[in-house]
């Protein structure tokens, strides 16, 4: 069975802290999909990243940082220097072979605070 | 270019009633996904197409059906409603699918708010 834990709830942080949002996965496939999404409060779901399971290099964009490490089933997130703007509810997702596709599974999300 | 789009935005129906959703992708996409999004939850994956054939389905019960259309646009039929489906319904679309392709990233719809009394 897969399965993605995002053990944080909610995080409340002030400006120019860094965060990390965790997440854990259990899979017994050996070919899966990693995904980051950021729901904002308007609501749609926007992609971060992506990452295959073949793939364990740690990837930097901008403010954001992806660090996975297969070793622990982690793809742990984290933000450098929050701003206001980071505030959202982050999903992480596991994608898993399923009858000729993929099956996509959500963690619960973690929802983010940053105060000015 | 045009994102994600749904329809309707909100529906408001009586249980035991059906209710037929509708999406329409990113021009070029060839996968729509639907999922179920109750309030302070992750998204429920339902269905997965590609190319108008079921790719991947989730743990819903079979008043949930789903069609894929030649424009690659998209329906979500759910009969007999319960309180229970009471949610936001999300469409995602994204380039493909299939297991040769590997997951893509998906780029989702507003959602349509689907309430049940």
């Known amino acids: 069975a897969q399965k993605v834990t995002q053990a944080q709830t909610e995080i409340s942080v002030v400006e120019k802290e860094d965060v990390t949002l965790d997440c854990v996965y259990e899979?017994?496939?050996?070919?899966?999909?990693l995904f980051w999404y950021k729901q904002p409060p308007s609501g749609e779901l926007v992609f971060l990243i992506r990452?295959?399971?073949?793939?364990?290099q740690n990837e930097i964009s901008g403010r954001y940082s992806w660090n996975f490490q297969k070793s622990t089933s982690s793809f742990n997130f984290t933000i450098t220097a929050s701003q206001v703007v980071d505030s959202a509810v982050y999903f992480c997702?596991?994608?898993?072979?399923?009858?000729?596709?993929?099956?996509?599974?959500f963690g619960a999300g973690t929802r983010l605070f940053v105060k000015a | 270019d045009a994102g994600v789009t749904q329809s309707p935005t909100h529906l408001i129906k009586t249980r035991g009633q059906h209710v037929t959703l509708r999406c329409s992708p990113i021009?070029?996409?060839?996968?729509v996904s639907w999922y179920q999004q109750v309030l302070g939850q992750g998204p429920q994956f339902i269905f997965q197409?590609?190319?108008?054939?079921?790719?991947g389905r989730g743990n819903f019960p079979d008043r949930f059906s789903a069609r894929q259309f030649p424009n690659y646009s998209s329906e979500l039929n759910v009969n007999a409603l319960l309180l229970g489906d009471s949610a936001l319904y999300l469409c995602?679309?994204?380039?493909?699918?299939?297991?040769?392709?590997?997951?893509?990233?998906?780029?989702f719809g507003p959602g349509t708010r689907l309430t049940v009394t």
């Open positions: 197409y590609y190319e108008k054939e079921e790719r």
């Open positions: 997702a596991l994608s898993a072979p399923n009858t000729g596709g993929f099956k996509t599974i």
């Open positions: 899979t017994r496939d050996t070919t899966y999909y």
């Open positions: 021009s070029g996409h060839k996968s």
């Open positions: 990452r295959n399971s073949f793939d364990e």
């Open positions: 995602a679309s994204s380039l493909r699918a299939g297991l040769a392709g590997g997951s893509y990233e998906q780029y």
